[in-house]
């Protein structure tokens, strides 16, 4: 009965210790413990990477928005580091947003400069800026990319700026009135200025020419000069009676006439007259024909 008695005690101490260690397991005591890696600050990715590497996991608990910072950053952890804690528990995880978004700034009919200061002051920054033809003034903002919505801080934002009006192709002017090539150039946006000049072919009151010549490109707005006729510049006939040949021919193109026919006999005698007579106005380069008895 003794030895009976024995066995039933220890079979049940067996029992209960079983049933001891059985709930220990349950309960987890025996599971292993891993220490926490720092995983703030760097992203997201590489946090879940460095977290299973070291027999555990992370569960992202919130998104927030953060200054000086990048959407997917990993802002804080709970455990801190170097916590031990068991394995393929959580670590919960804290992530950036990124900067918090302002609202770009309307930044139509600004100077490029006033432009730059407004969004400086929002926290944005300049992209890409590139200019095209626009009836604006030269250097004011026409464009811009984002606009009317809410963006991070330090976003980009790109600037189209007006190069002012396109330039005019000048017409052709040349043989019209110089009034009506004035109120012409007028309707193009140029602005005319008128200059005078001795012409053999062109009427008095005529266009000549204009710089910037016929196809040619002008900025809006720019000074083009019209060269407006005079006709031909007008000189006096020398008196040259009594001159010997070669004496009136220095007179005459002194003047900026030419000697035409001689006529006589005494080719090296004195000039009697004159065609056209002296004191005679003529066209510059006139020749005179001269009379020698």
């Given at each position: 009965?003794?030895?009976?008695s024995?066995a039933?005690?220890?079979l049940?101490i067996?029992?209960?210790?079983?049933?001891?260690?059985?709930g220990i397991?349950?309960?987890?005591?025996?599971?292993?413990?891993?220490?926490v890696?720092n995983v703030?600050?760097?992203?997201?990715?590489?946090?879940?990477?460095?977290?299973?590497?070291a027999?555990l996991?992370g569960?992202?608990?919130?998104?927030?928005?953060?200054?000086g910072?990048?959407?997917?950053?990993?802002?804080d952890q709970?455990p801190?580091?170097?916590?031990?804690?068991?394995?393929?528990?959580?670590?919960e995880?804290?992530?950036?947003?990124?900067?918090?978004?302002?609202?770009?700034?309307d930044l139509?009919?600004?100077t490029e400069?006033e432009?730059?200061?407004?969004?400086?002051?929002?926290?944005l920054?300049?992209?890409e800026?590139v200019?095209?033809?626009?009836d604006?003034p030269k250097?004011i903002?026409?464009?811009?990319?984002?606009?009317g919505?809410?963006?991070p801080?330090?976003?980009p934002?790109?600037?189209?700026?007006?190069?002012g009006?396109?330039?005019v192709?000048?017409?052709?002017?040349a043989?019209?009135?110089?009034?009506?090539a004035?109120e012409?150039?007028?309707?193009?946006?140029l602005?005319?200025?008128?200059e005078?000049?001795?012409?053999?072919t062109?009427?008095?009151?005529f266009?000549v020419?204009?710089s910037p010549?016929?196809?040619?490109?002008a900025?809006?707005?720019?000074?083009?000069?019209?060269y407006e006729?005079?006709?031909?510049e007008?000189?006096t006939v020398?008196?040259?009676?009594?001159?010997?040949?070669?004496?009136?021919?220095a007179?005459?193109?002194g003047?900026?006439?030419r000697?035409?026919?001689?006529?006589g006999?005494?080719?090296r005698?004195?000039?009697?007259?004159?065609?056209?007579?002296?004191g005679?106005?003529v066209?510059k380069?006139?020749?005179?024909d001269?009379?020698?008895?």
């Open positions: 009965r003794r030895i009976a024995l039933l005690t220890a049940g067996a029992a209960a210790v079983a049933l001891i260690a059985s397991v349950a309960s987890g005591v025996l599971v292993p413990t891993r220490t890696p703030t600050d760097g992203d997201l990715a590489a946090a879940l990477t460095d977290l299973e590497a027999g996991k569960e992202v608990v919130e998104e927030v928005h953060s200054d910072t990048v959407a997917g950053q990993v802002l709970d801190d580091p170097g916590t031990s804690l068991k394995a393929n528990k959580p670590v995880l804290t992530v950036s947003l990124g900067p918090p978004p302002v609202a770009v700034p139509g009919g600004r400069a432009a730059l200061a407004m969004l400086e002051g929002a926290g920054t300049v992209g800026r200019t095209e033809y626009n604006h250097g903002v026409i464009n811009w990319a984002p606009q919505v809410e963006a801080k330090g976003t934002v790109n600037l189209v700026v007006s190069d009006p396109p330039p192709t000048m017409p052709e002017l043989g019209k009135s110089a009034d009506e004035v012409r150039l007028k309707e193009l946006g602005d005319p200025v008128r005078k000049v001795y012409s053999d062109v009427a008095p009151g266009v020419r204009t010549r016929a196809g040619g490109e900025p809006h707005g720019s000074k083009v000069t019209v006729s005079l006709g031909p007008l000189v020398p008196d040259v009676e009594g001159k010997t040949v070669d004496q009136a021919r007179q005459l193109e003047a900026g006439l000697v035409g026919d001689i006529e006999k005494q080719r005698g004195r000039v009697e007259a004159t065609d056209p007579d002296a005679e106005r066209p380069g006139t020749s005179v001269l009379f020698v008895p």
